[in-house]
């Protein structure tokens, strides 16, 4: 026993001294992976300026439940930004206690993503607003039943205006989701420590992060998982090597397939993000795996063949601790009153 | 026509000309039929000291769905801080997505009730706050399991540590309770129209307030609606002088009766608050009517065996319209990450 803690910390020690003296080098082999600091600022998105009005109007939409045919369920319910920017659950609940298909992934950083849903099946975020409000298991609503609550609320009505001034028919489905857009633009979560660290700050990462980088380095997982969110850039097949058991890829879930029908496509799916990726469990599409170091296990086994030891996979799931960024804070909205013209709970 | 146009317009302008003369008099006649503003600053309350730490903890428990069995449903889920502090749900969803008894009342304003919920069977807000968590058709969990949950996040440990410092068992349900009632003791709405007019600015009202307000005490509806929050003070009979049909006060609810097994309580609710009563429709315990005029008028056949006119029905619901008051602002609170210990969401 004294010999193994003695061994354990000669190791730990090298890697110490290791990954101090090579922060500059794995700095650069960092950014020759394309790994990216989360930027400050707003990012533009297409055929979508952003205001304050937008943004002011996209933060209380976000926060309305009343979107939903029940009046119960909003964006947040799903992508609560008090966790994560998702919802802590293996799928999410929708309208009637339903159950959805995957996992809510989370709308931090979402704007980065090269396209939404795990399947990318949305180009882009206003694209991707419009589904869950319609989808039966989620909010189960109408565009027409949305615009019509909507113009049932004079305050709505007033803000959609100067939101899109200049519009012939500014309170529309498609508004709502370009305000919602241009909220979600917001919700960045810079400074990680890993950010800090990149930027030259050879303190913000621990001794075993840096060795965990190094591993997320040499292993490959970053030849899925880079750019600002350390993936969600493009589309790989979940079970490259190995395929995993049923309860973590359900066969009946074939992913890209059901967007392409290109049988290329079966069970492939948009590298998941990972930023913030320590308060967004349980992981993958099903959400069945609760555990960070299992989850990085699983990905060493089916993607890149590697069987990663205890201690490879800790050390890597350290390193993704790195990646959590100063959350969003965001005022509760006061939300427009209802008035007699709109729709009631249809539960 | 023209000659009804005329007398409504002379009915009008006499009651513009009177209200304008009388505000001396009708605020001395509010004050004594027991009218009082919204106070500002925190109201204290008993057995739970009111510290920054406390409040800041309460915040978090109140918008944390983690304390639901299902992890979906929080406090704010039917006591919406964005639409008046209730959900404008005839009777709010729960777990399984069940319907409750009876209409979600609004948190805001609550501590100045003598006692919560409908029938108040609960002393305060730290005794309300129970409830609901453990209610089969709410949030459907259990004080043990609470527990469980808080402390399997050290955020939580250290904070309910911070709130309730010297205490060898911080981290209590009872404790969960008094924060959440910290929280929500800051949940009030100064400065309404009315509160500002009570305090001498005789503009703050509309000649057509001042009219419904005179209605309002005239009438007798401040015999029960008084005090702060204009109710939420004391029991009476739903149905005093004539019972509503059963859509309104259905027959299975008897009200107090079940609290206290005390015939005379049938049908005995505690008066409804009636501050922010334009935000938080449907009305009653049963929610079914959704109009402010419709829910005035079947006051006065119920309560006062009045049968108020189309008009005075309107005058004194543009009167209540003047009881919404500065809504609070709250930082969506950035809650604490789960842990291998926290138990998993129980659908």
Redesign the interface.
Known sequence: MRMTTLLVALWFGATSLAAVADDAALRDQSTSAGLKPVPYGLQPVSDNPLTREKIELGR?LF????LSA???ISCN?CH?????GD????TS?GH??Q?GPRNSPTVLNAVFNAAQFWDGRAADLKEQAKGPVQAGVEMANTPEAVVVTLNSMPEYVERFGRAFPGEDDPVSFDNMAKAIEAFEVTLVTPNAPFDQWLEGNDGALSDKQKAGLGLFLDKGCAACHSGINFGGQDYYPFGLIKRPGADILPPEDKGRFQVTETASDEYVFRAAPLRNI??T?PYFHSGQI??LEQAVAVMGTAQLGTELTDEEAATIAEFLRSLTGE?P???????P??T?ATP??Q?
């Open positions: 209380m926060f309305d439940p009343r029940s009046g119960f319910s609560n930004l008090g966790t994560g919802d802590n659950m293996p609940v009637g206690w159950t320590a308060l469990a609760w555990d959350q804070v965001v005022e509760y909205p006061l939300l009153v209802e007699a009631k709970p539960l």
